[in-house]
C-alpha cells in the first residue's frame, strides 16, 4: 500500500501561484510514477501531469502546459506541482496518484493509489 497526502491548496487570486505537495508513505516511493489530476464539480476527472519515476521523464495536459510544473523529491518522498499563472478554471479538488506501470499514463483508471486531494480555489 501506498498512502498519499496532499497539501497546499487554498484560496489564490486570478493570475497567482500554488505549489502543492504530495507526501507517500508506505511503499518505495521511487518504484512510482506520481500523478496529479483534478476535478471540479459536475466534471470528469482531468489528468494535469505525470513524472516517472527518476524524476526525468514528464508528460502534461495541453490545459496547463507551460504553467504548471510537476517536480519529485524522492530522498522525501514527495511529488510536487506547481501551479502558475492560475485561472478561475483551474478551481478544482487536486489529487495526487501513483502508479506502479511502466508507462506515463493519463488515464486515471490505471493508478493505483491516490490521496483525499486538496482544493483549489481561484478567484476572478
Known amino acids: 500500500q501506498v498512502q498519499l497526502v496532499e497539501s497546499g491548496g487554498g484560496l489564490v487570486q486570478a493570475g497567482g501561484s500554488l505549489r502543492l505537495s504530495c507526501a507517500a508513505s508506505?511503499?518505495?516511493?521511487?518504484?512510482?510514477?506520481m500523478g496529479w489530476f483534478r476535478q471540479a464539480p459536475g466534471k470528469e476527472r482531468e489528468f494535469l501531469a505525470v513524472i516517472n519515476r527518476s524524476g526525468g521523464s514528464t508528460r502534461y495536459a495541453d490545459s496547463v502546459k507551460g504553467r504548471f510544473t510537476i517536480s519529485r523529491d524522492n530522498s522525501k518522498n514527495t511529488a510536487y506541482l506547481q501551479m502558475n499563472s492560475l485561472k478561475p478554471e483551474d478551481t478544482a479538488v487536486y489529487y495526487c496518484?501513483?502508479?506502479?506501470?511502466?508507462?506515463?499514463?493519463?488515464?486515471?483508471?490505471?493508478?493505483?493509489?491516490w490521496g483525499q486531494g486538496t482544493q483549489v480555489t481561484v478567484s476572478s
Open positions: 508506505g511503499r518505495t516511493f521511487s518504484n512510482y510514477n
Open positions: 496518484t501513483a502508479d506502479g506501470g511502466v508507462l506515463l499514463t493519463t488515464k486515471p483508471f490505471e493508478y493505483e493509489y
